[in-house]
């Protein structure tokens, strides 16, 4: 009599488990994959903390990566109505932006329109902005803004913070 109770909870445990590997294998019915979360678009990589000249303007180069299978417009899209891709540090007494260097984008088409090019960010890129410091130690939070897309939809624009920590010395 206790051999049935548990041949039925070993048949419920395993349907279970298999109805459950069977929802976690999910796809979308075009065969592709959404775009991934916005909160991975774009990851800011380096520097956390630069040393650079009081007084003088300095370059510093700040990292960044494209999640595999995305793109953002670059600082200069091919359309006005295409979102660029923006860095912006707020101007305070001790830290301030005195200029800033985009890198060029790559051309893109999409199957959907391949007469449209796109100038866009893949993969890790680089933007160089000139820094000026007061003398001492100054956490800047700068702002990346930008959107990112897939071969098939764009998500919302996003900011993310672009935290340094300039020391002026």
Not at 23 to 33: E, N, T
């Amino acid at each position: 009599m206790t051999r049935a109770p548990k041949i039925v909870f070993i048949v419920i445990a395993t349907l279970s488990l298999a109805l459950s590997s069977a929802h976690a294998q999910i796809v979308p019915a075009d065969g592709h994959a959404r775009a991934q979360n916005t909160q991975n678009s774009v990851t800011y990589l380096f520097p956390e903390q630069v040393t650079i000249p009081a007084g003088k303007s300095s370059p510093v180069a700040l990292h960044f990566r494209v999640a595999p299978g995305l793109h953002i417009n670059s600082h200069t899209p091919s359309n006005n109505y295409l979102i660029p891709t923006t860095l912006s540090i707020p101007a305070t007494v001790d830290v301030r932006l005195d200029a800033i260097h985009y890198p060029a984008g790559a051309e893109m088409t999409l199957p959907i329109d391949p007469q449209t090019k796109l100038n866009v960010y893949t993969g890790d890129f680089v933007i160089e902005a000139r820094l000026m410091a007061a003398p001492g130690d100054h956490l800047v939070e700068g702002k990346l803004r930008y959107q990112a897309c897939d071969r098939n939809e764009c998500l919302p624009p996003k900011a993310i913070t672009v935290p340094i920590d300039v020391i002026g010395k």
